[in-house]
Structures are given as structure tokens and as C-alpha cells.
């Protein structure tokens, strides 16, 4: 899997993972765990599964391959 997310979307997810665990644990909801633990995944590895279905990528280019 190549890394389609840049750094600002990562920290973005890692935010909304975090909110969304404490929603889960406040409410005790499954869903919402399930869904931070997504968004902790994506967060960690760079790669998110509706941008490669797009074509999307935030990450920024390399200029030394160039």
C-alpha cells in the first residue's frame, strides 16, 4: 500500500479517532469504537482506502525521485 495521505489529513484522523473513542467509551457504543480504531489505522498508516477508490492523494511529491 502506498501512503495517500499527507501529514495535515493524518493529523486531522487522529483527532477524529480520538473524539471517537471517547464518544464509544462515554456511550458504550461498538460502532464507534470500530470506527476510531479504523481512523487510528489510517492515521498510522497513511493510507486510506475511499481516497485509493478515488484517485485521491494528499501526500506531498518527492522532489528527490524526480
Known amino acids: 500500500m502506498k501512503q495517500n495521505i499527507g501529514t495535515a489529513d493524518r ?8 473524539l471517537l473513542l471517547v464518544y464509544a467509551w462515554w456511550q458504550g457504543s ?10 487510528f489505522y489510517e492515521a498510522l498508516a497513511g ?9 485521491k492523494n494528499s501526500c506531498p ?3 528527490d525521485k524526480i
Open 47 to 55: 493510507w486510506c482506502l475511499f481516497y485509493q477508490l478515488i484517485g
Open 30 to 39: 461498538w460502532i464507534a469504537l470500530a470506527l476510531a480504531l479504523f481512523t
Open 11 to 18: 493529523i486531522f484522523r487522529l483527532s477524529l479517532g480520538i
Open 61 to 63: 511529491i518527492n522532489r
